[in-house]
């Protein structure tokens, strides 16, 4: 590519917008209109420079689609690049998610949105399950992964253990198999294929005979990433220091330690939600949770934005005061804040070191390793959900070492229960897209409404 054809900030601008309006379905579906827009529609980098972007993002902790786009502006246009891709990436999910917090604060439990919400949690749960199926597919490929994601599936759901705990013994676990040469633990995992089209890398804008960095764009990445970390923290610090009793401290110090442990994406991620926000905080119910996992299914950005409306609903109940719904907004756009504002510290901070931390067997394996366990957690989840969407009671056991919900049989939702199994069939059966799922069964519970069956 000829230098006079390199994109301006502007024109980069207008691509990122264009790529973040279009970033439905999940990591798999962002990632992949990533590609067709930037190595396959624009050729600004090719496969390989793509596929090494992407492998440097899934070593950080958070949404890999976001990093990712962070990571190749700056790569681009330096750090404006990256701040402009990475902060149109989220800017449309931000908008929408806290538009439709402030909808289901003032009219949640109007007849016609909570059928619309009824219809949507068995179209999550199915996608849920879909999940399941499609990362243990990718990471389960022998008896070593399988028995880690087995032992940590057991672990969340009959044992109550922590999420960070499963992903340090995951990662210690890969680390000193591969540190000792077990071969389950060689040639460790990957994405595999993201496009059907293979451009060589030296026909394309980012090439790799344009890989090597200078100092000044290193230095002004490791300044950018010492103001993210600053930009980060000071807020953090300030909440504790000044009003540690405040929902406000407890926001920000737990969705802090969510932006530096979430390993395995946003549904791993949404496991130890809700096993801390809705059983340990209280700043939401389940079915809660789960509405909220039907908005951040149907807008565009990372799923990961779910997490806004939990810090929304969280402030709204426990702040007080006359306006509930601005301390809402304000405990949303926290919990936003100390998301996403580390992605950019961990892609400014390691980029430089990119090469380096990819060709680590070692980390690779490690990483592996808890990508196995997160098929179990997410397992969890999916169990999760189907317990608290079919049933309408659940029995807490609390007998050590035990800690553990099962549904009371008799409380069966039959309702929830026929949603949930006819979108099965949508998802694995006739494999419909998720926007036809989410769309039909939102359709159904509305229609279901209608006619006084729910």
């Not at 030296?202 to 103001?227: P, Q, V, W, Y």
Request: charged share 10%; net charge neutral; proline share 4%.
């Amino acid at each position: 590519m000829n230098p006079q054809d390199y994109p301006t900030l502007g024109e980069a601008a207008r691509v990122w917008a264009r790529i973040a309006a279009l970033s439905f379905g999940g990591p798999a579906g962002q990632i992949a209109v990533m590609h067709r827009i930037l190595v396959e529609e624009k050729r600004w980098l090719g496969d390989a420079r793509f596929l090494h972007a992407l492998n440097f993002c899934m070593l950080l902790p958070g949404p890999e689609a976001q990093q990712l786009a962070t990571y190749i502006g700056w790569l681009m246009h330096g750090v404006r690049g990256a701040l402009i891709a990475g902060l149109l990436f989220i800017l449309p999910g931000v908008v929408a998610i806290m538009a439709l917090s402030w909808i289901y604060a003032i009219w949640g439990n109007v007849g016609f949105v909570s059928a619309l919400f009824f219809g949507l949690k068995a179209a999550v749960l199915a996608i849920v399950l879909q999940a399941v199926v499609r990362v243990g597919k990718r990471a389960l490929k022998n008896s070593a992964m399988q028995a880690i994601a087995a032992a940590s599936f057991v672990a969340i759901f009959a044992f109550g253990a922590s999420f960070p705990l499963i992903v340090a013994a995951a990662a210690l676990v890969g680390w000193t198999g591969a540190k000792v040469g077990l071969a389950a633990f060689q040639g460790a995992g990957g994405h595999g294929s993201v496009g059907k089209s293979h451009f060589d890398d030296k026909a394309t804008l980012l090439g790799e005979e344009h890989g090597d960095l200078t100092g000044a764009k290193r230095a002004g990445a490791f300044r950018a990433g010492a103001a993210a970390l600053a930009l980060w923290l000071t807020p953090v610090m300030a909440l504790v220091l000044l009003s540690p009793d405040s929902v406000f401290a407890d926001i920000a110090t737990f969705f802090s330690k969510l932006a530096v442990l979430t390993f395995g994406g946003a549904y791993a991620v949404l496991a130890w939600v809700a096993q801390e926000a809705v059983g340990t905080h209280g700043w939401l119910q389940p079915g809660e949770m789960l509405d909220g996992l039907g908005m951040a299914e149907t807008t565009p950005g990372p799923l990961i934005m779910v997490l806004q409306f939990v810090g929304f609903m969280g402030a709204l109940r426990e702040a007080g005061g006359t306006m509930p719904l601005l301390a809402g907004s304000a405990g949303g756009l926290l919990a936003t804040w100390v998301t996403f504002a580390p992605c950019f510290a961990w892609i400014f901070l390691g980029a430089p070191f990119m090469e380096g931390l990819r060709s680590n067997r070692a980390l690779s394996a490690a990483l592996t390793a808890v990508t196995a366990a997160v098929v179990g957690v997410i397992l969890n989840l999916a169990i999760w959900f189907a317990v608290h969407v079919i049933w309408r009671q659940v029995a807490r056991i609390e007998t050590w070492p035990l800690s553990l919900e099962l549904p009371v049989l008799a409380s069966i939702d039959w309702a929830a229960a026929a949603m949930s199994l006819l979108t099965l069939v949508a998802v694995f059966r006739l494999q419909l897209g998720m926007v036809t799922v989410l769309g039909g069964a939102a359709t159904v519970g509305l229609v279901l409404h209608l006619i006084g069956l729910v």
